[in-house]
């Protein structure tokens, strides 16, 4: 049963699915980060507030946000096609995870960042601070510890996604559970997966909690 | 003595509220004037008018020659002169407080680092915080962060510093510690515009006192002639509410 060769495959979809998950997090955050900065920038209560920008941002995060992700990753082939050449494999899956993930990763910073103290800009404000320094130097330090939180929640999603992607030959251990667990019936190669998807998600989750409370300083 | 600071025909309205109406006081230099008035007479806000916080509808804010309100485009040069104290402290959480108080020197001034750094502890020493500086905020009392805001602010050197309510969120016995600080800054000639409900603190330090109600300045003086000789019937009631005597 686990042959040299479903071992081999195993630790591959282990590969393939810490690839998947992580790069399109990185990316994901490049994109979605700026774009949580600027919705709470423009919002109404923000540093600069611009209700026409705002609108934008907003209607664009809730369009993709409210397409199911198995739906975008089916919309967005001819387009993952045009990016990277074909549309299955991990990396291929990388790009309708970047697109599901950073207005996702936009809402989580904006959430974030909106928990900051208004005291606090205010003083930064009151030291004539301007508003990139108040972004750089307090919003994005104050908001640490949830922006680390929000990252490890949306890494966790991204695992779920990538596995997802499984079923229209996005690689990793999702595919590997559906071609084995779905399609042959080989209920232990499943099992072993969903187990090992268990573990990684643990490992992300502990580490992402750990690294939130060093870096938390409001309480402890 | 030269104007700092010129408020004129300052009006500001929330819709249809009037906040604010034809406020005019000139703030001398090392001078320190005291606003006083029950809660809600719009005396914080005027505060938070005079350094760009609040937008205003009429007249103006002038720091010597540069207009802080009506709010222009780079606002942050003329704040940068213009400190300010809160009621609820605002450290920021996650820097030490050495870092707290380096930060605008360093990010908003871009002084040299050393220099910044000396001047700090010296700082801290005076308000006798030297010890705390790597704590972070959360370790420190309430009257000890306080401290720590009125350093982060004359850290900026400003030419004015507004202190709103500084001790209201205190508990008692630690009222002393922050206004003695502030008593000393008076003495070495500080130019401050405060905002205070403590009377006795208000009659200690002001130069000039301004009785705020509705919006309005209602009497404006030394604080003999406001605090020992109130002229209009709504500052004698003001006064009357701070003590006890059997009526």
Redesign the interface.
Known sequence: MFDEQVIQMIIEGVRDTLYMTLVSTLIGYLVGLPFGIGLYVTSEKGLHPNTFIYSIGDVICNIIRSVPFLILLILLIPFTRFVVGKSYGSTATIVPLVICAAPYIARVVESSLKEV?G??I?????????NW?IIY??LL??A??SLINGATITTGVLLGYSAMSGTVGGGGLGDIAVRYGYYRWQTDIMFVTVILLILIFQVIQNSGTWIAAK?????R | MSDVLRIENLEKRYEDSIVLDDINITVKKGEVVVIVGPSGCGKSTLLRCL?G?EKIQEGSVVLEDQIVNPVSKNQ?????????V?Q?Y??????TILQNVM??PL???KRNKQDVQTEALELLDRVGLLSKKDK???QLSGGQKQRV?IV??LI?HPEVL?LDEITAALDPEMVREVLDVVLSLAKEGRTMVIVTHEMQFAKAVADRVIFLDGGKIIEEGSSKEIFEHPKTDRLKTFLKSFTYDEQ
């Open positions: 103290d005291g606090v205010e003083a930064a404000k009151s030291m004539g601070a301007s320094q130097k307090v330090v104050e640490k510890t870096s938390d300083h409001r309480k | 350094n916080l942050e040069k003329v704040r940068e002169k213009i400190g300010m809160f609820t605002d450290l920021f959480p996650h820097m930060l605008a990010k908003v001034k972070y905020p959360r805001a982060r602010a900026m507004l």
